[in-house]
């Protein structure tokens, strides 16, 4: 694509609230007459009895197919014999950011459309027409780009309620970043993932996500620590889905992903939910734009108030394991790594004295704000 070309994409459909999961059959009809579910047991026993009686009411037959847990070329392979095997024309992920992960790889391998119905709030990967690989032990391997997002992205705001909070609470990491990184991008002109320049549209998105953030994710994850839902709650929601979703894809990613991507490259980080680690990557592009003091002590104050991690100890790193600060610096910067989308050159050293300058500063901001001192992380603990 050429140079100067600016452009936003979006999923063709997205509906979001209480009870929307019983409409799925209605929806889906619209797409195809042979519809393929993949998801987890757990998720299954969540969804499946709602999905199958939709689909009975629409007159759509039912099939499903397990997802088996990383969303790694090899599971991709295998959805992709299970779409053939099932003679679908739209297959549909029901769980979180891997399930879709690996629905969306495998359904345009397949060559057929796909559709999404996150059942928690934790990631921005519904909306999107690009999906993140991992290899099997967790580690990212690379980033896959579609022609086309999503038909359909379905959220029910009940089903997300009833999910673990802990899962909102990493939605909220996720989609704080998108902010800083559109805004990083847009800065420096720099191509965003939906392959040209920067829109103001997808730009003013990001923005509206981080403000519906700033203003809702408090009283929302208090509401879904009892399973309520609420407007704020609903707001967050779709701040985490498709604000954010639409706000990275066509805004832009920056340092705080390619930091993300770098933390997963350290066994001692794994375990951790993807908007966790996204959580450290903000902290650190603060930094390294060398922000305004009292903009990083903000930004740290709030996400310790939400429950995020904003320390190298909450994900099981320490600021003088110098060795795995320069691995996680050194995936973060290799070539294509979104991190050269920032309005200035970082070079690994710059990530490994910016992540290592964290754990000081937020230890003293949370002491100074009377919030609790960081719990250290043991992976698989
Ligand atoms: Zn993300």
């Given at each position: 694509?050429?140079?100067?070309?600016r452009t936003?994409?979006?999923?063709?459909?997205?509906?979001?609230?209480?009870g929307?999961?019983h409409?799925?059959?209605?929806?889906?009809?619209?797409?195809?007459s042979?519809p393929l579910?993949?998801a987890?047991?757990?998720?299954w026993?969540l969804?499946g009895?709602?999905?199958?009686?939709?689909?009975?009411s629409?007159?759509l037959?039912?099939?499903r197919?397990?997802?088996?847990?990383?969303?790694?070329?090899k599971?991709?392979e295998r959805l992709v014999?299970?779409?053939?095997d099932?003679?679908?024309?739209i297959?549909?992920?029901?769980?979180?950011?891997?399930?879709?992960?690996a629905?969306k790889?495998?359904?345009?391998?397949a060559g057929?459309?796909w559709?999404?119905?996150?059942?928690?709030?934790?990631?921005?990967?519904?909306?999107s027409?690009?999906?993140?690989i991992?290899?099997?032990?967790g580690?990212?391997?690379?980033?896959?780009?579609?022609?086309?997002?999503?038909?359909?992205?379905?959220?029910d705001?009940?089903?997300?309620?009833?999910a673990?909070?802990?899962?909102l609470?990493?939605?909220v990491?996720?989609a704080?970043?998108?902010?800083l990184?559109?805004?990083?991008?847009a800065?420096s002109?720099?191509?965003?993932?939906?392959?040209?320049?920067p829109?103001?549209?997808?730009?003013?998105?990001a923005e509206?996500?981080w403000?519906?953030?700033w203003?809702?994710?408090l009283?929302?994850?208090?509401?879904v620590?009892d399973?309520q839902?609420?407007p704020?709650?609903?707001?967050?929601i779709?701040a985490?889905?498709l604000?954010?979703?639409?706000?990275?894809e066509?805004?832009?990613?920056?340092?705080a992903?390619?930091?993300?991507?770098?933390?997963t490259?350290?066994g001692?980080?794994?375990g951790l939910?993807?908007g966790q680690?996204?959580?450290?990557g903000?902290?650190?592009?603060l930094v390294?734009e060398g922000?305004?003091?009292?903009?990083?002590?903000?930004f740290?104050e709030?996400t310790?108030?939400?429950?995020l991690?904003?320390?190298?100890?909450?994900v099981?790193l320490?600021?003088d394991?110098?060795?795995s600060?320069?691995?996680v610096?050194?995936?973060?910067?290799?070539?294509g790594?979104?991190i050269?989308?920032?309005p200035?050159?970082?070079?690994s050293?710059?990530?490994?004295?910016a992540?290592?300058?964290i754990e000081?500063?937020?230890v003293q901001?949370?002491a100074?704000?009377?919030?609790?001192?960081?719990?250290p992380?043991v992976a698989?603990?």
């Open positions: 694509m050429s140079n100067t070309v936003v994409i979006s999923p063709g459909r997205y509906v979001q609230g209480k929307a999961i409409t799925i059959g209605e929806y889906l009809a619209q797409l195809g042979t579910f993949v987890d047991d757990l998720v026993g969804v009895h709602d999905i199958e009686a939709s689909l009975k629409a007159s037959p039912f099939q197919e397990q997802f088996r847990g990383i969303p790694s070329a599971e991709v014999t299970a779409i053939k099932a003679k679908a024309d297959v549909v992920a029901a769980g979180g950011g891997s399930t879709i992960d629905v790889a495998a359904g345009h391998l057929i459309r559709a999404n119905v996150p059942t928690v709030a934790s990631t921005d990967a519904p909306c027409a690009l999906s993140v991992y290899t099997e032990d580690e990212f391997e690379e980033y896959r780009f579609f022609p086309r997002n999503p038909d359909l992205v379905l959220v705001s009940q089903v997300v309620a009833n673990p909070v802990s899962l609470v990493a939605g990491g996720d704080l970043a998108t902010w990184e559109a805004r990083a991008t800065r002109g720099s191509k965003t993932m939906a392959g040209g320049l829109t103001v549209t997808g730009t003013a998105l509206l996500s403000q519906v953030l203003d809702n994710a009283p929302a994850i208090d509401a620590r399973h839902v609420t704020a709650v609903e707001k967050v779709e985490n889905t604000l954010s979703g639409l706000g990275f066509s805004g832009g990613l920056a340092a992903h390619a930091i993300h991507n770098g933390l490259a350290v001692a980080t794994h939910a993807h680690k996204v959580n450290i903000s902290v650190t592009q390294l922000a305004p003091t009292s903009d990083i002590r903000e740290i709030f310790t108030r939400v429950g991690p904003n320390t190298l100890t909450e099981g320490r600021a394991d110098l060795d600060l320069r691995i610096a050194a995936a973060a910067t290799v070539p790594e979104t050269h989308s920032m200035f050159d970082v070079a050293d710059d990530v490994v004295s992540l290592a300058s000081r500063f937020a901001v949370r100074d704000a009377g919030l609790p001192a960081p719990v992380y698989g603990h």
